[in-house]
């Protein structure tokens, strides 16, 4: 594993437990065990660490949700929250941060929800065989709601997503 990838893993856990503001550069040059004049030489700003921190937790998440049905979108769904925890949604919380006024956080965030609002969609088409932006829609808010009612609740409140999806599905079928 290359340096930046070892600080992006690294950061990424830090910034997941800790939040954005809360995790200074000493830290996070600990964390991946280098300076911080190695750390600003390969991602350049504690910004632009977490916009690249985000970046790649995007690839990992969306490459989790590539399944063909609401009810597997819950499964993985709940597979994420069991394997990296239950912290609520860190695009969300990186945004919240900081107001949504540095960009290099607040693009990529854009990016993601926008990624995977689309994902969604092609979810509940697939899995209905034919588009119903508005079950598109309450699926999205069920998702994003069991993420963070997962951070009290655990997985049940996946599971209580997921059975509440089900219904909303087959209503429509």
């Known amino acids: 594993m290359e340096k930046t990838d070892q600080l992006i893993s ?3 856990r830090l910034f997941d437990r800790h939040g954005y503001t809360a ?4 830290r996070l040059t600990e964390a ?26 995007d690839q990992r998440f969306m490459a989790g949700i590539d399944v063909q049905d609401v009810d597997a979108l819950f499964a993985a769904l709940e597979n ?16 919240a941060e900081t107001g949504g006024d540095t960009p290099e956080i607040a693009t990529v965030v854009s990016s993601h929800k926008t990624a995977f609002r ?7 088409a697939a899995d209905l065989g034919h588009d119903d932006p508005d079950l598109s829609e309450q699926i999205l ?6 993420t963070h009612a997962a951070v009290y609740r655990g997985s049940a409140a996946v599971s209580a997503a997921r059975s509440a999806a089900g219904l909303l599905v087959e209503a429509r079928r």
Request: proline fraction near 0%; hydrophobic fraction near 45%.
């Open 32 to 57: 991946a065990g280098m300076s911080s004049r190695t750390l600003y030489k390969h991602v350049g700003s504690k910004a632009a660490l977490m916009g690249r921190v985000l970046a790649a937790r």
């Open 80 to 95: 994420w929250v069991l394997s990296e925890g239950a912290r609520g949604c860190l695009f969300l919380r990186s945004l």
């Open 118 to 124: 689309q994902r969604i969609h092609e979810i509940v």
């Open 23 to 26: 995790t200074g550069m000493d």
């Open 10 to 12: 690294a950061s990424e």
């Open 141 to 146: 808010v069920l998702v994003e709601g069991a």
